[in-house]
């Protein structure tokens, strides 16, 4: 079964990097396939609840960005959990957290990345419910989904005018919770001194896992070949969550490469909804891609993309940054995106986002966006 798939990839002596995995096509093509396999796929749904009670009860058509962007979003869980080198398999009992892990994608309005969900904090993005989004339109719904998220605890930072500021990740990693009991966790001075002191089983009092999304625009009508190099960089990082993109109104969710080929996950694909069971677990196989990936020439894909990493500890996001000035900035002429230390003195000062107060719980707290982040300003920062 396994040769009939893989019949569509190419021999060749190039490798193949899958999200910081290298695969030689010659040796072990079942690696290969069993990687990809392994990431959890989210495709269009139908006969779920209707969205907010009367809208759609399938995402056929306008959900392909959300999909792609739960698939980026499961693949850190995954990583959070269970490592990059947890791989999933057919009729095999899987990890608890596995389980818990897809549950928050369930296509059902009390999970909290759900179809459900992202459409309704879309809407406190300009974006009506069943209209398309574009790759930044989905990191912003997911950070501040992640906000409601306490389970995994994620800080979610998306970039703005191509740059990342370390000082203000770290700031947010290092964030205090509302409800840390340790009186030094408020002050960043101490540092150190938290991790040192990490209370057991928690992460309030220490390093935040980070989710790193960094919307780009890697062109004007076409992705300029300048950056084609760089670009395929990012999929080789041991932090790589791949990228979000496609063409318009058509996306993808990319995983890797090959020579000048992007490989990606279809989210066009329209199956049943999916409950859990009685138990907790789900019936996982319409979740998992279990053919050979797609492909396409990088220079076919439209410019305007969001990479994703994601740094579990302190020191993968230190690593990220070495990284990043190595092989993404060796480059000088264009650089796709900066990476600087300091918050820019003429940018409005960096506040980690906190969850709003509300006096509901679970999937209610957000039937209604209108004033949810009504205080939260929107800076878009334009290129002088």
């Given at each position: 079964?396994e040769?009939?798939y893989l019949?569509?990839l190419p021999?060749?002596?190039?490798?193949?990097?899958i999200l910081?995995?290298q695969h030689?096509?010659?040796?072990?093509?079942?690696k290969?396939?069993?990687?990809?396999?392994?990431r959890?796929?989210?495709t269009y749904?139908r006969?779920?609840?209707p969205?907010g009670?009367?809208?759609p009860s399938?995402?056929?058509?306008?959900?392909?960005?959300?999909?792609?962007g739960q698939m980026m979003?499961?693949?850190?869980?995954i990583c959070?959990h269970?490592?990059?080198d947890?791989l999933?398999?057919?009729?095999?009992?899987q990890?608890?957290?596995y389980?818990k892990?897809?549950h928050?994608?369930?296509?059902r309005?009390d999970c909290?990345?759900?179809?459900?969900?992202?459409?309704?904090?879309?809407?406190?993005?300009?974006?009506?419910?069943?209209?398309?989004?574009?790759?930044?339109t989905?990191?912003q719904v997911?950070?501040?989904?992640a906000?409601?998220?306490e389970?995994?605890?994620?800080?979610v930072?998306?970039?703005?005018d191509n740059?990342?500021?370390?000082?203000?990740?770290?700031?947010?990693?290092?964030?205090p919770?509302?409800?840390?009991?340790?009186?030094?966790?408020?002050?960043l001075?101490?540092?150190?001194?938290?991790s040192?002191?990490k209370?057991?089983g928690?992460?309030?009092?220490?390093?935040?896992p980070?989710l790193?999304i960094?919307?780009?625009?890697l062109?004007?009508?076409?992705?300029?070949?300048?950056?084609v190099?760089?670009?395929k960089?990012?999929?080789k990082?041991p932090?790589?969550?791949?990228?979000l993109?496609?063409k318009?109104?058509?996306a993808?969710?990319?995983?890797?490469f090959l020579?000048?080929?992007?490989?990606?996950?279809?989210p066009?694909?329209?199956?049943?909804?999916?409950?859990?069971?009685?138990?907790?677990?789900?019936?996982?196989?319409?979740?998992?891609?279990q053919q050979a990936?797609?492909?396409?020439?990088?220079?076919?894909?439209d410019?305007?993309v969001?990479l994703?990493?994601?740094?579990?500890?302190?020191?993968?996001f230190?690593?990220?940054?070495?990284?990043?000035q190595?092989?993404?900035?060796?480059q000088q002429s264009l650089?796709m995106f900066?990476?600087?230390q300091?918050?820019?003195?003429?940018?409005?000062?960096?506040?980690p986002?906190?969850?709003?107060?509300v006096?509901?719980?679970?999937a209610?707290l957000i039937e209604?966006?209108d004033k949810?982040f009504?205080?939260?300003e929107?800076?878009?920062?334009l290129?002088?």
């Open positions: 079964m040769s009939e019949e569509e021999e060749t002596d190039e490798p193949v990097w910081g995995r030689h096509l010659k040796n072990d093509k079942s290969l396939l069993s990687d990809v396999s392994a959890l796929w989210f749904r006969k779920f609840s969205i009670g009367t809208g399938s995402d056929a058509g306008w959900g392909c960005m959300l999909r792609c979003l499961a693949q850190a869980l959070r269970l490592g990059r947890w999933w398999e057919k009729h095999r009992k990890p608890e957290e389980h892990v897809l928050c994608f369930l296509d309005k909290c990345y759900s179809i459900h969900q992202m459409a309704q904090m879309g809407v406190g993005e300009g974006k009506s419910i069943g209209e398309w989004f574009g790759p930044n989905v990191a997911l950070k501040k989904l906000l409601f998220d389970w995994n605890s994620l800080a930072y998306v970039s703005m740059t990342v500021v370390i000082e203000d990740i770290k700031k947010m990693c290092w964030f919770s509302q409800d840390c009991p340790s009186a030094h966790c408020s002050s001075l101490h540092k150190s001194l938290l040192r002191n209370s057991p928690g992460f309030c009092c220490g390093w935040k980070l790193l960094v919307p780009l625009r062109g004007i009508n076409h992705i300029n070949p300048v950056y190099d760089a670009f960089e990012c999929f990082m932090q790589s969550l791949g990228a993109g496609g318009p109104n058509n993808y969710y990319f995983i890797g020579g000048n080929e992007l490989i990606y996950l279809d066009h694909t329209t199956q049943l909804f999916v409950d859990s069971e009685e138990n907790g677990t789900v019936d996982d196989h319409s979740f998992h891609c990936p797609h492909r396409m020439k990088i220079l076919n894909l410019p305007s969001a994703g990493f994601f740094c579990k500890e302190e020191k993968d230190d690593n990220w940054c070495s990284l990043v190595k092989e993404i900035h060796k650089r900066e990476l600087v300091k918050h820019p003195p003429h940018w409005p000062p960096f506040v986002p906190t969850k709003p107060e006096t509901t719980t679970g209610e209604s966006t949810l009504e205080l939260e929107e800076f878009e920062i290129s002088v």
